[in-house]
């Protein structure tokens, strides 16, 4: 489906070209480019963008007009791997490494495309680069890879003595060589002689042989030579041949070297020859063995790590901040990592309250002291009594406050609910109700209920807290003003309705705690002070219960909270002197009770939920009863 905003223009024919330009998921000018929501973050949500498919990139802008400006982020198609999702129909991942795109088309259609696109260009740019095939990922083991495995296993000892046998073998061959040169010269010599005499005479070898031996020799020869010839001067040639070679082989016989011994020698010494080599080829065998096992088991551990790699990119791997980690009935987080993340998220919500109420204490003091000299001279003055400010609520300490004074629409409602509190403060938290947390005075009970699989356990506090009265604590939990100073889980905070002075009706939008999904409530608040007789304090209650209101729809992705709680407070006067206007806030304590019923709605755990109303309560009473104490330690006393 193709989507398409109207923008302001002159003519049919640019508003035609308009139309063209925000066409979701469409080729111009040879790329792919449309509008698609793409996630931000989880305050922001799904946010519309430009995209635009081109050159082995994806990138995103903010609209069309931006995109002269630049990019706002870019990921590589070519390493990219594109999932669509199991639930939502117009999503899908587009995860590289651990950066990841979560992007919604705008109808399932428009998904298909955008992934079509996706992967046909990514086999673009594989098969441009080369990038995937088998032949680029296969690796063969280099020799400097191996020379460097080498020389760190050098270093055990059995390594370090086959190397250093496999020295001593190669200097052993370089001695035999060099005796191998030496008998192959030698015997050389002597066949070449015997070469000689055979073929040239013994003259040729004599003339050879006279530098190296006696020089008597050479007399002898030429007697013995002179004498035959003398002799036998009629013999033919043939006749004197025998004589001359077998005279020449004597002779030569007697100064010839030891052949034998030579022979033995030289056998010798080829036969060391093969033993080295034997022992070096044997020891470079065992080696290969060694570095192909080595190989084969890096080999295997590589394609296991590569399934691995892949295997892992093909799950889903929540990160923080995504879609699918957030509440709801697909969310990928188990319960002890939703309870996990919302403790972080209320542990960074109190560092931001703390730092802003240390700010907001040094501004206030010169306020405060301001206050305190305008109290001073007001209860310095006689003419003037002594009355409370800031206050909103009509009531008197008679049984007038128990008549309704004016009908409104929601009037049975707000008294048949004061009345069920009325009635179920007073049950026994004896049976049934475990005692969740205990600090002092403060004791903190829960019954686990739960509706149709959703945790709506009621709770029962107790607290007693010394210098304030009933009617102070109850004043500021129900006054507007000071609503968004006591409670730190608040966004924003109204009044959307008066029904009468002591009735209001609240429209509420509380804090992101992620990965929860944001919650706003609706409801109407009720003070009123009850009273028995004059003689005795007034017990002071105040009741909230959710209600709908035209002025407060609810609004997705919000979750709508569904609560019915009563804050009843109870005055007692330690020690009370004569004159009732001598009492100091020493001499009063006040009995608080707080009853909730919350239903949370949406989809969180309950577990997580459980945790977090164990460990919010008890906070938020201590808060909440430190904030008044503080309110009001400089302030006449409202009874």
């Not at 007009?65 to 999932?83: E, F, M, W």
């Not at 209920?449 to 102070?472: A, M, Q, R, S």
Request: with cysteine; hydrophobic share 30%.
């Amino acid at each position: 489906m193709a989507t398409v905003l109207e923008y302001p223009t002159t003519s049919d024919d640019e508003e035609s070209f308009d139309d063209e330009k925000t066409a979701s998921g469409s080729f111009r000018n040879g790329d792919f480019q449309g509008r698609v929501f793409k996630w931000t973050n989880y305050l922001h949500g799904w946010q519309e963008r430009y995209v635009i498919l081109k050159n082995g990139f994806l990138n995103y802008y903010k609209n069309e007009y931006d995109i002269g400006v630049g990019c706002r982020g870019a990921l590589s198609v070519k390493q990219a791997l594109i999932q669509s999702h199991e639930f939502d129909e117009c999503r899908f991942d587009i995860r590289v490494g651990d950066s990841v795109w979560y992007l919604r088309a705008h109808s399932p259609g428009d998904r298909e495309q955008w992934i079509q696109a996706l992967e046909d260009h990514k086999q673009m740019c594989k098969s441009e680069s080369g990038y995937g095939s088998e032949t680029s990922l296969r690796r063969h083991p280099s020799l400097g890879s191996l020379a460097s495995t080498a020389s760190a296993s050098v270093a055990s000892t059995g390594s370090f003595k086959k190397d250093r046998s496999l020295k001593e073998k190669l200097s052993e061959l370089e001695t035999f060589r060099e005796l191998l040169v030496q008998q192959v010269a030698t015997l050389q010599t002597y066949f070449d002689a015997c070469a000689n005499a055979v073929t040239k005479g013994f003259e040729p070898y004599q003339k050879e042989y006279e530098n190296a031996t006696d020089l008597d020799f050479e007399e002898s020869l030429d007697k013995h030579d002179s004498k035959l010839i003398s002799n036998n001067d009629t013999i033919k040639n043939s006749s004197i041949k025998p004589k001359i070679d077998r005279l020449a082989l004597n002779d030569h016989a007697a100064m010839a070297i030891d052949f034998k011994g030579e022979a033995l020698t030289f056998k010798a010494t080829t036969d060391g020859v093969i033993h080295n080599v034997a022992f070096c080829i044997e020891l470079m065998q065992k080696r290969e063995d060694i570095w192909r096992k080595k190989y084969e088991k890096e080999l295997e551990r590589r394609k296991k790590f590569q399934d691995l790699y892949t295997k892992m990119n093909k799950q889903k791997i929540p990160a923080f901040g995504s879609p699918d980690a957030e509440e709801g009935p697909h969310s990928t987080l188990k319960e002890e990592e939703f309870f996990d993340a919302l403790d972080q998220s209320l542990d960074r919500i109190d560092r931001e309250n703390d730092k802003y109420q240390f700010s907001s204490k040094l501004s206030s003091r010169s306020k405060s002291s301001t206050n305190s000299t305008v109290n001073r001279l007001k209860s310095s003055s006689k003419n003037v009594p002594i009355t409370a400010t800031d206050t909103t609520i009509a009531s008197t300490l008679n049984n007038d406050n128990l008549v309704n004074k004016a009908k409104h629409r929601l009037s049975d409602d707000v008294e048949r609910t004061v009345q069920e509190h009325l009635k179920y403060v007073r049950e026994d938290v004896s049976h049934g109700w475990d005692l969740i947390h205990q600090d002092g005075e403060m004791k903190v009970y829960r019954r686990e209920v739960e509706e149709n699989g959703v945790v709506v356990d009621p709770l029962k506090c107790f607290h007693t807290i010394k210098g304030v009265t009933g009617h102070e604590l109850c004043h500021y939990f129900y006054e507007y003003q000071y609503r968004m100073e006591w409670e730190t889980t608040l966004d924003s905070t109204k009044i959307i309705e008066v029904l009468d002075p002591d009735t209001v009706i609240y429209f509420q939008v509380h804090k992101r705690v992620w990965p929860a999904a944001q919650r706003d409530s609706c409801f109407w608040s009720h003070i009123r002070c009850l009273s028995n007789s004059d003689e005795d304090q007034p017990t002071w209650l105040v009741v909230n219960y959710t209600t709908s209101h035209p002025l407060a729809p609810i609004k997705s992705p919000q979750v709508r909270l569904v609560a019915n709680v009563a804050l009843i407070c109870e005055t007692i006067i330690c020690e009370p002197p004569l004159n009732p206007q001598d009492i100091k806030r020493e001499n009063i304590q006040c009995k608080l009770t707080y009853v909730a019923f919350v239903n949370p709605g949406g989809w969180v755990p309950s577990a997580a939920l459980r945790g977090v109303a164990k460990r919010e309560y008890p906070r938020f009473l201590k808060r909440f009863t430190s904030y008044v104490v503080e309110q009001t330690r400089n302030k006449p006393i409202l009874f």
